[in-house]
């Protein structure tokens, strides 16, 4: 009898708290909605309605993975989690490709500028040891033997 009447009683909690959850969320208060759903879901983890009512609030892309994989977790034929959550990894994807691109561009300007800047240095030395040599044979050729 105690039994039932704190599994009832929790259930009422978990209720009561959905309930709020979805109210502060209808009216703006993300904060209060995420706290009301967290705890919820801390009650009632299995529940695929508060991993939904959750995933509305959550600010953060891994936040909602969470979200999205709690809700195919317990229910693997929810079509559109799954699609949300294929929509989060593509992002993702496209972030992570968008990043080693931006590196391996920035890699290869550092290279071209060094090939530039060492070849800038080789024809200045070219240029110079040129020059000496054009001076030492004109002096010789203006000042050398007669």
Not at 68 to 80: A, D, F, G
Not at 92 to 99: A, G, K, V
Request: hydrophobic share 40%; glycine share 6%; net charge positive.
């Amino acid at each position: 009898m105690v039994n039932q009447q704190a599994a009832r009683s929790g259930s009422e909690r978990f209720d009561e708290l959905l309930d709020a959850g979805r109210t502060a969320a209808l009216t703006g208060d993300r904060q209060l909605a995420h706290d009301y759903l967290k705890e919820a879901a801390r009650l009632n983890p299995a529940n695929e309605q508060v991993w939904t009512a959750l995933l509305d609030v959550v600010d953060t892309e891994e936040d909602q993975r969470v979200c999205l994989q709690n809700i195919i977790q317990i229910n693997p034929l929810n079509v559109q989690a799954r699609r949300r959550l294929n929509q989060l990894e593509s992002r993702r994807e496209r972030r992570l490709q968008m990043r080693a691109e931006a590196k391996a561009s920035v890699r290869a300007d550092k290279h071209r500028r060094r090939t530039v800047l060492s070849r800038a240095l080789l024809l200045g030395l070219v240029i110079g040891v040129t020059g000496v040599i054009f001076g030492v044979v004109l002096s010789i050729l203006i000042f050398g033997p007669k």
